[in-house]
């Protein structure tokens, strides 16, 4: 099983549609995050969790909202989606005591909004 | 602002060979700095890091250049084969927080 697990892999959706993207962990680390992933732009943040009762805005939070239900689960929604939400969404986690080992990333969603 | 950068969106090098990705940042209080390869359909995965008080780190084939003066650091690959061909990213810490750059696609030919 993957380290991290990221669902559904692909989605379509319609224009003012709610739709929750899940992001689950093994790996056993406190710290979670949600990247975009558009061409030329690169991984942005969009939110991220330094522990089960901490939650943080990233660079581009707005029209998304996260929850931590467990330290191994972090979930994004976008609660009314539009088609510039149109990426690849890559969860990842982090241990606190290692930074020079960097993130490991889920496989990432594809989402789709028409 | 884009505070990490890498502005060659492609390189295209022969196998065997030296591959050299830039990478440039703007800010002072990035505590480390981290190379990321990744492959179409896959998330992607951690390849070398470098310390800000270093100024270099090798792992392999892998080796991190970092020019604290210039705000740069650099990923030497060598040699170059062609299952390195994917997209890589530079990324900077920041309090544990990661920003990265926009990705420079690597070619590797046989």
């Known amino acids: 099983d993957a380290d991290v697990t990221q669902t559904p892999r692909n989605r379509i959706t319609k224009t003012g549609k709610r739709i929750m993207l899940e992001c689950s962990q093994t790996?056993?680390?406190?710290?979670m995050y949600w990247y975009r992933q558009d061409p030329g732009l690169g991984l942005r943040l969009i939110y991220y969790?330094?522990?089960?009762?901490?939650?943080n805005k990233g660079e581009i939070s707005d029209g998304y909202s996260v929850s931590r239900q467990a330290q191994a689960k972090f979930s994004l929604s976008l609660e009314s989606a539009i088609p510039n939400q149109t990426a690849l969404y890559f969860c990842?986690?982090?241990?606190?005591?290692?930074?020079?080992?960097?993130?490991?990333f889920g496989s990432g969603t594809r989402l789709t909004v028409v | 602002d884009q505070q990490v950068k890498q502005n060659s969106p492609s390189l295209s090098v022969q196998e065997g060979r030296i591959s050299i990705l830039n990478c440039d940042y703007t800010?002072?209080?990035?505590?480390?700095f981290l190379w990321y390869k990744k492959y179409p359909a896959e998330g992607p995965t951690f390849l070398i890091s470098?310390?800000?008080?270093?100024d270099k780190n090798e792992d392999g084939r892998f080796t991190v250049f970092l020019n604290k003066s210039a705000k740069h650091l650099s990923l030497h690959i060598v040699p170059s084969q062609p299952g390195d061909s994917a997209v890589y990213f530079c990324?900077?810490?920041?309090?544990?927080?990661?920003?990265f750059g926009q990705g420079t696609i690597l070619t590797v030919h046989p």
């Open positions: 990842a986690t982090s241990d606190r005591d290692s930074p020079w080992h960097g993130y490991t």
């Open positions: 790996k056993g680390h406190d710290r």
């Open positions: 969790s330094f522990d089960v009762k901490d939650i």
């Open positions: 800010n002072s209080m990035f505590d480390y």
């Open positions: 470098i310390s800000s008080i270093k």
């Open positions: 990324a900077a810490s920041e309090y544990g927080k990661l920003t």
